[in-house]
């Protein structure tokens, strides 16, 4: 995660509307199909193998997920990439993350 802090109360919760415990916030990069980059607020929780997006922080960032044909479009509705269901949660795969540069 880019630019990684400590949490404030983002009040993250899951399908059940049970809260989600939060253990840092920061930003992902993404550079998706279309060639855009794209920077979205994520959070990461010991309770999820994955950082977390909100739908909100696309849609801000001009993208939503159409979940009827499992993808993350732009206002255009261009494809940006697929997204696949894992459990309770959707997944983009980690070839559109664009990596933090680590210091020497």
Not at 36 to 59: F, G, M, N, Q
Request: net charge positive; hydrophobic share 35%.
């Amino acid at each position: 995660m880019h630019f990684s802090q400590l949490p404030s109360n983002i009040g993250a919760k899951d399908m059940q509307d049970s809260p989600i415990p939060v253990s840092s916030t920061g930003v992902r990069d993404f550079h998706f199909n279309n060639g855009s980059t794209v920077r979205i607020s994520a959070a990461s929780s010991p309770k999820v193998r994955y950082d977390l997006l909100s739908l909100d922080e696309l849609d801000i960032a001009g993208i939503y997920a159409d979940f009827s044909t499992c993808s993350l479009c732009d206002r255009n509705n261009h494809i940006l990439t697929d997204i696949i269901k894992r459990g309770r949660f959707y997944w983009i795969s980690t070839k559109y993350l664009i990596l933090p540069i680590r210091s020497k």
